[in-house]
């Protein structure tokens, strides 16, 4: 098994821009997740897409998911300052035990107002 | 609805001495519990996982022991801390009996060894 990745590590735009993140992984999944950390926090879930699914939308929140590249994107429109967070990728993996999620090392986003 | 809670909120602890965080959620029965850990700038580590009272998988082997005495109740514990113990844990439950369900995380504990 492998954790996501996420690219790029960083990311500093201004208020309104659009953020797009990337992740990468290696395995087949039963779906792929993406969480919000603000600082020194626990995890907050953002959305879930399967891997039947090939895009999901939530808010300002839209999620792409192509499983024949292993690559997820997480795109946040019109962005504020309130969206500065780390956002982390995790999947959940074909034959993994028990709700296991292998989570990247995070996009860390600033958002500039 | 469920919650779960973390406490303490941060810890600093001497090295060579014991520890115990504990977790607990309500709302919910027999969920999968799960222990994280997460370096500065790194993603999570999962630690241990149940599924079950009395039922805990180690992930990776360290310094650190997991209890699940009650259904909603998730231990963290160690007999002697090292330097390397620091960092920030994360626990999370999920439904027990769903598939696909995303996890729900407390708000962690940031432990510092002196």
């Known amino acids: 098994s492998q954790q996501g990745e996420e690219d790029p590590q960083a990311l500093s735009i201004q208020e309104g821009e659009n953020a797009t993140m990337n992740c990468s992984y290696k395995?087949?999944?039963?779906?792929l997740q993406w969480y919000r950390q603000n600082s020194g926090r626990g995890l907050v879930h953002l959305i879930l897409?399967?891997?039947?699914?090939r895009e999901k939308h939530s808010g300002r929140l839209r999620v792409t998911l192509d499983t024949s590249k292993k690559s997820s994107s997480l795109l946040i429109t019109a962005s504020r300052a309130a969206d500065t967070a780390s956002y982390f990728c995790?999947?959940?993996?074909?034959?993994?035990?028990?709700?296991?999620?292998?989570f990247g090392r995070g996009t860390q986003l600033t958002v500039w107002p | 609805s469920q919650t779960i809670h973390q406490w303490p909120a941060t810890l600093v602890q001497p090295v060579g001495s014991p520890l115990s965080l504990e977790c607990t959620v309500e709302?919910?029965?027999?969920?999968?519990l799960y222990w994280y850990r997460q370096a500065a700038g790194r993603g999570l580590q999962l630690l241990f996982y149940?599924?079950?009272?009395?039922?805990i998988s180690s992930e990776v082997p360290q310094n650190l022991s997991a209890s699940r005495p009650q259904d909603r109740q998730f231990i963290l514990s160690s007999k002697k801390l090292l330097l390397s113990d620091s960092g920030f844990y994360l626990c999370?439950?999920?439904?027990?009996?769903?598939?696909?369900?995303?996890?729900?995380f407390g708000d962690g504990t940031r432990l510092s060894i002196l």
């Open positions: 999370a439950w999920r439904p027990g009996t769903a598939r696909g369900e995303p996890q729900h």
């Open positions: 395995t087949s999944i039963n779906n």
């Open positions: 897409i399967r891997s039947n699914e």
């Open positions: 995790a999947t959940d993996e074909v034959g993994s035990t028990l709700g296991r999620l292998y």
């Open positions: 709302g919910t029965s027999n969920p999968n």
């Open positions: 149940s599924v079950g009272i009395g039922q």
